[in-house]
């Protein structure tokens, strides 16, 4: 097992040209799954790369267990790295796809054996063992990728966007062999690199979100490390809250109006808000926004919350739920709202809206996020 440490970790590609990465400075606890998630260009698959070795480091340390692995050459690293394509031999069968590694290194025929036919039971792939890979679906050579990477027993997996070239129900279907992999050999690290929000919530026990562009000159690059949850509930920042959450999160402009030890009330178009944040460093009549995610809204008339009046110009029906989109007048973004399924409203309809304190986010002109005072999920 084996920690993995970034103490400022950089990286450009040459002197004067913009940072990919800016000091990523983060800890990877042993047997913990690690998800590097963020927007196109990010660094992500760089910042994973530099993990294996397949990048250099401009500046900053590494570590993997107690050695700083900088200068190390990635087969004495301990990693094994399953990449966005399959890279199969097509002449190989499976068996010996997940053997070739092994035999390049020279390991014991019944060593090679035990380990493949062990790799191949935890991914439910005895039975295609003798089959070319041309007789597999996209997803089985996924997983002969994977037992690829399991039968050298390293002490951290690196996943680059593994799923990307999988069609949508199979996708699910390997995100859970891969949560099931974890589970079944916790003892590895695994750092898991993609930029569907859905796989970093469903899979991480951490999230890793990495800003790209600008922010990443001023801010750096990593925007939150933490729990999915924390992520999700306890947003540091303007960009985290918005990325985090299908659909994204509502954000309305408006000014603070006062601010108290537990609460804070923001005018906003149409009415008066009050979110349950703790917004004392900011002066009265200050600019701030107002986030609430589309399954916190509330509408009708009866109920708690501050009510804001809207109206109704596009309606999604996904089944088991329906997104409404909302106008709330002008100089205000769009807002969208989450209802069950069977939704009676129509295009044009006026709602009235309820946003109770609790489910309130507060962010500053800056984009950074004013603490929230109420008991929130783990």
Excluded at 38 to 67: H, N, Q, Y
Excluded at 186 to 193: D, F, K
Excluded at 280 to 309: C, F, K, Y
Excluded at 335 to 355: E, F, K, M, N, Y
């Amino acid at each position: 097992m084996s920690r993995i440490e970034f103490k400022n970790v950089c990286k450009r590609y040459a002197p004067g040209l913009p940072w990919t990465v800016k000091d990523a400075d983060l800890t990877i606890q042993r047997g913990e799954f690690c998800v590097f998630v963020g927007p196109s260009g990010c660094g992500k698959s760089t910042l994973l790369r530099m993990v294996a070795g397949l990048e250099s480091i401009t500046a900053g340390d590494l570590s993997i267990g107690e050695r700083r692995v900088n200068d190390l050459p990635p087969a004495k690293r301990g990693v094994a790295m399953v990449f966005q394509s399959y890279a199969l031999y097509p002449h190989m069968t499976v068996a010996e796809n997940m053997a070739f590694g092994l035999r390049v290194l020279g390991s014991d025929k019944g060593e090679i054996d035990r380990k493949v036919r062990k790799a191949a039971d935890i991914l439910q792939l005895g039975a295609l063992l003798d089959r070319l890979p041309k007789a597999l679906s996209g997803g089985q050579r996924q997983r002969v990728a994977i037992g690829r990477a399991i039968v050298k027993e390293p002490d951290v997996f690196l996943f680059d966007e593994p799923l990307s070239n999988l069609d949508a129900a199979l996708r699910v279907q390997t995100r859970l062999e891969i949560a099931k992999l974890h589970h079944d050999i916790g003892r590895a690290s695994m750092i898991y690199v993609t930029h569907d929000q859905v796989e970093a919530m469903t899979l991480a026990d951490k999230i890793v979100l990495l800003r790209a562009g600008q922010g990443v000159q001023e801010h750096g690059s990593v925007a939150q490390f933490g729990t999915p949850m924390d992520l999700y509930h306890r947003p540091r920042n303007l960009f985290v809250a918005e990325f985090i959450g299908s659909p994204k999160m509502n954000v309305l402009p408006g000014r603070l109006v006062r601010a108290e030890a537990d609460h804070a009330v923001v005018a906003v178009h149409g009415g008066e808000v009050v979110a349950a944040v703790d917004a004392r460093g900011a002066a009265p009549g200050a600019a701030v926004s107002l986030g609430i995610r589309p399954e916190h809204l509330q509408w009708g008339d009866t109920g708690e919350g501050a009510r804001l009046q809207a109206t109704l110009r596009q309606i999604e029906r996904l089944g088991d739920a329906s997104l409404l989109y909302l106008d709330l007048g002008p100089g205000v973004p769009m807002a969208t709202l989450r209802i069950d399924g069977h939704a009676p409203q129509s295009h044009g309809d006026t709602l009235t809206l309820r946003v109770a304190p609790q489910q309130c986010h507060l962010f500053d002109a800056g984009g950074q996020a004013y603490p929230r005072t109420v008991s929130l999920p783990a």
